[in-house]
């Protein structure tokens, strides 16, 4: 260490240590990486990343060879730098156990979902991961003729999607005649329209955007 490295880590120092001198915490921090600058050649930046960059958690790694060949200890965790895949150790068998992933997983499942309410106007959908959604809903109105106009919460990827109605027709006397059929038209992407008396349910499926 030379003289002025010397001199720069004294006047730290007693810079810090002069209770009569008020310093801001900027000029605190200014003192504190002078003084880091002097002992360690490196500023007080630097040596706080170095700090966060030591806490990282690193797996143990290796390709798939190596992941093949290790017996980790009881709770141990590899990862497989081939395949990206994880591997969970239990002390005795050797390579471990891989972990799958979700892509690698067959079938399909629903990914996004939502209930019927009061809120939503009674209507419901099922997305899945393969894309196919299916979706449905109830309109309750007096015993006229309407017309109503559904729009859907997720598009369709055409207008090929199935789609139909089964309409609760009360015709008096406390009499009801229920059709079922597929009586929409002016279907798109993101609709279809149908007319109905009474209580209808709808219901569509397809594949999404």
């Keep these: 260490m030379n003289n002025l490295e010397k001199q720069i880590i004294y006047s730290a120092i007693l810079r810090l240590a002069n209770e009569d001198e008020i310093l801001s915490p900027a000029e605190r921090r200014d003192v504190i990486s002078e003084l880091c600058r002097g002992l360690c050649d490196m500023s007080l930046d630097e040596i706080l ?3 966060r960059n ?12 190596t992941n093949d060949a290790y017996t980790g200890l009881a709770g141990e965790i590899t990862m497989d730098t081939d395949t990206g895949i994880i591997r969970v150790h239990d002390g005795e068998t050797v390579g ?3 972990m799958a992933r979700a892509m690698d997983i067959a079938g399909d499942w629903v990914v996004e979902s939502q209930l019927p309410t009061a809120e939503n ?5 099922r997305k899945y991961k393969s894309g196919w959604v299916e979706m449905g809903g109830t309109i309750n109105t007096v015993p006229a003729t309407e017309e109503s106009t559904i729009y859907f919460i997720i598009p369709f990827k055409d207008d090929t999607y199935y789609a139909n109605r089964t309409l609760n027709y009360y015709v008096g006397s406390n009499d009801w005649v229920v059709y079922c059929g597929s009586a929409v038209y002016n279907k798109t992407k993101t609709s279809m329209s149908f007319r109905h008396k009474g209580v209808v349910s709808w219901y569509a499926c397809g594949v999404s955007e």
């Design 49 to 51: 990343n170095k700090t």
């Design 54 to 65: 030591n806490r990282k958690l690193r797996l143990k790694r290796g390709d798939t060879a």
């Design 96 to 98: 471990g156990v891989a």
């Design 121 to 125: 106007n009674y209507t419901w959908y």
